[in-house]
């Protein structure tokens, strides 16, 4: 484990890459802000979805904040061990942040009837200090939890994180901050930006431990 980490702050070319994907991370994640402010000013679609007319919706905000909180700070110190994930995940969060932001152009929608809404600390910052209800298409949340479990180590970890993607799908359903298929397609987005990220190193002749 120290080797890698050795290994990989040695190389010159992984110092100067993980620099240039630090500074590409940052002005994406403050064009976000500005890309948020504009959707929650922008009237959308509300779609009727069964599942969600099956019950009220209930506040589990702390519950979904604490999983995914959690999830991250764990993660984040995990893999903090092995610098190749965890550029991986600053990559691919990258793509799924470009993704999120090209679903919402594509199809704006209103949200779900009946919202509590999900007061997100972080997501609020990044939307300009507003609480946030049109960032839909596919859940942040959940397709962040699920980037994790693909790239982090260990079995019982990734046990753990497959459930933390669930329960997190879960809660913001109950919510009614998500529609259903928001969740559903969420882990395909973060799939996708996996895939293409972990093809680019492939190709480049990169293994991932």
Not at 53 to 59: D, R, Y
Not at 160 to 180: D, E, F, K, R, S
């Amino acid at each position: 484990m120290l080797v890698n980490i050795r290994n990989a702050w040695s190389d010159p070319a992984f110092r100067t890459e993980f620099a240039a994907t630090i500074a590409v991370l940052v002005p994406v994640l403050f064009a976000l802000t500005h890309f948020l402010d504009w959707v929650e000013r922008r009237h959308g679609v509300t779609l009727q979805d069964p599942v969600l007319a099956l019950f009220p919706a209930l506040n589990l905000t702390w519950i979904t904040f604490l999983i995914i909180y959690a999830g991250i700070i764990v993660g984040l110190l995990v893999l903090a061990q092995n610098p190749r994930r965890l550029l991986l995940v600053f990559q691919a969060y990258v793509v799924m942040v470009l993704f999120r932001m090209a679903a919402m152009y594509l199809a704006p929608l209103e949200p779900p009837p009946g919202i509590i809404e999900l007061r997100d600390p972080f997501v609020e910052f990044f939307g300009g200090g507003k609480t946030l209800t049109r960032d839909l298409f596919f859940s942040g949340h959940t397709s962040t939890t699920f980037l994790l479990f693909l790239l982090i180590p260990g079995k019982w970890l990734r046990v753990a994180y497959a459930c933390a993607t669930l329960v997190v799908g879960v809660c913001v359903v109950l919510q009614h901050v998500h529609y259903t298929f928001d969740v559903v397609a969420a882990p395909f987005f973060a799939y996708g930006a996996y895939a293409i990220v972990l093809g680019i190193c492939k190709r480049r002749g990169i293994v991932v431990n």
